[in-house]
Antibody, heavy 122, light 106 residues
Framework: QVTLKESGPALVKPTQTLTLTCTIS??????????VGWFRQPPRKALEWLAL???????RYSPSLKDRLTITKDTSKNQVVLTMTNVDPVDTATYYC??????????????WGQGTLVTVSS | DIVLTQSPATLSLSPGETATLSCRAS??????LAWYQQRPGQAPRLLIY???KRATGIPARFSGSGSATDFTLTISSLEPEDFAVYYC????????FGGGTKVEIK
């Protein structure tokens, strides 16, 4: 069974760097075709894609946030890490990670983790 | 960026009724669109992919249609657990989501 779980600080101060971890199980980050994406959802707003990392370490970033984001993976720890620099209160959101592969199906994002709420405030 | 516009923003219906949700793309997606359901306090769940294919375990009352820029999600005979927010999602150019349609109990 494929599962993902996000973890990270619940509260960060403006200008700080946010580090989020997605711990996966039920699949391998080194399996051909596998990817893990990060998304966020501000309170009562729509979903926004942030970044995606593939099994071969190829990476994609949202054009509007690419200067602030870094996505990495640690296959041995079954983790995908997203860092976001210089956070602002507008970055307050629930952050999700999600799995994709040919079996997702057809590389659509599924399933998703439960999400972790991050509040940016001084 | 490809913009996805969903309508209506809110749909007020009674259990047993049919919900028709719309998603319009700013450019052709060639059928490459998915629908997600999000219940309160939960993560999104994949319902429909490739415009019309149901994901594993999704009931037959959920159906999708469309191909170029106009897509529809139909929920026949609404069950209590179907009252939620629905998002359309494209991956033709990067990844974007529509603003969502909330299906609420009338």
């Amino acid at each position: 069974q494929v599962t993902l779980k996000e973890s990270g600080p619940a509260l960060v101060k403006p200008t700080q760097t946010l580090t989020l971890t997605c711990t996966i199980s039920g699949f391998s980050l080194s399996s051909t075709g596998v990817g893990v994406g990060w998304f966020r959802q501000p309170p009562r707003k729509a979903l926004e894609w942030l970044a995606l990392i593939f099994w071969d370490d190829d990476k994609r970033y949202s054009p509007s946030l690419k200067d602030r984001l870094t996505i990495t993976k640690d296959t041995s720890k079954n983790q995908v890490v997203l860092t976001m620099t210089n956070v602002d209160p507008v970055d307050t959101a629930t952050y999700y990670c999600a799995h994709r592969s040919l079996e997702s199906p057809r590389n659509w994002f599924d399933p998703w983790g439960q999400g972790t709420l991050v509040t940016v405030s001084s | 960026d490809i913009v996805l516009t969903q309508s209506p923003a809110t749909l007020s219906l009674s259990p047993g009724e049919t919900a028709t949700l719309s998603c319009r793309a700013s450019q052709s997606l060639n059928g490459d669109l998915a629908w997600y359901q999000q219940r309160p306090g939960q993560a999104p769940r994949l319902l429909i992919y490739a415009a019309s294919k149901r994901a594993t375990g999704i009931p037959a009352r959920f159906s999708g249609s469309g191909s170029a820029t106009d897509f529809t999600l139909t929920i026949s005979s609404l069950e209590p657990e179907d009252f939620a927010v629905y998002y359309c999602h494209q991956r033709t150019t990067f990844f974007t989501f529509g603003g969502g349609t909330k299906v609420e109990i009338k």
